[in-house]
């Protein structure tokens, strides 16, 4: 992604990936 920090851009994308992580492991939980 274009950012002029690219801390605040590694953060959004890490934030992003962890939703990610925690949806799938609902939907595990939920089988």
Do not use: D, M, P, T
Not at 5 to 28: D, N, P, T, Y
């Amino acid at each position: 992604c274009i950012a002029r920090r690219e801390q605040s851009c590694i953060h959004l994308v890490g934030a992003k990936v962890i939703e990610a992580r925690l949806e799938f492991q609902a939907r595990i939980e939920a089988y």
